[in-house]
């Protein structure tokens, strides 16, 4: 399973969000792998940040359930989500908003 | 090698664009494919076209050089082209506007 997602990144953060993202805490690395999720890349167009993440679970909502439950992770996003806003249509969507996909070539 | 870029859709051709990549040409394929070009996604959001691909040959811009000959891309790219405004910077650049890389995790 493929997901592609969008957040604004605030311009004022710019650098801050590219270095934080050098070394990301190995902790949340870590519960990222164990929720089943590889190849994770995020890109920067502009103010948008786009990401890119392949998931082999077998329940993504649970397992993404279980990473905003860990405690690095919620540390983490304390300090990542004030450089974004979200672009997501209503509450009940995650933070980052998701794409549709248009085109698969294996 | 994974490569990210962005073009913009032309909201008028936005239902022509998802319909003809429903079925993408077969040569058209086959050329990517010969390419070294494998796991080739393109994601809508709003007007912004997203794509990542990943590449395992030796020497990318002579395989998208190849790709570019090739007789049947190049009538696809004439349907699709005019649907698209081209975000690069520079006429040296491809048509898509290649993104920087700000994390990842295998």
Same mark, same amino acid.
């Given at each position: 399973?493929?997901?592609?997602?969008?957040? $604004?990144?605030?311009? $004022?953060?710019?650098? $801050? %969000? &590219?270095? +934080?993202?050098?070394?990301?805490?190995?902790?949340? +690395?870590?519960?990222?792998?164990?929720?089943? #999720?590889?190849?994770?890349? &995020?890109?920067?167009?502009?103010? +948008? +940040? &786009?990401?890119?993440?392949? %998931? =082999?679970? =077998?329940?993504?909502?649970?397992?993404?359930?279980? #990473?905003?439950?860990?405690?690095?992770?919620?540390?983490?996003?304390? &300090?990542? =989500?004030?450089?974004?806003?979200?672009?997501?249509?209503? =509450?009940?969507?995650?933070?980052?908003?998701?794409?549709?996909? #248009?085109?698969?070539?294996?």
């Amino acid at each position: 399973m493929r997901v592609a997602s969008v957040v $604004e990144l605030r311009p $004022e953060y710019e650098q $801050e %969000y &590219i270095e +934080l993202h050098r070394a990301v805490w190995p902790e949340v +690395l870590a519960a990222l792998k164990a929720a089943h #999720v590889s190849n994770y890349s &995020i890109y920067l167009h502009g103010n +948008l +940040l &786009i990401s890119y993440l392949e %998931y =082999d679970g =077998d329940d993504y909502e649970a397992d993404m359930a279980r #990473v905003a439950e860990d405690e690095a992770t919620q540390r983490w996003w304390q &300090i990542t =989500d004030p450089m974004q806003r979200s672009l997501r249509e209503s =509450d009940s969507e995650g933070w980052w908003r998701r794409l549709p996909e #248009v085109f698969h070539l294996d």
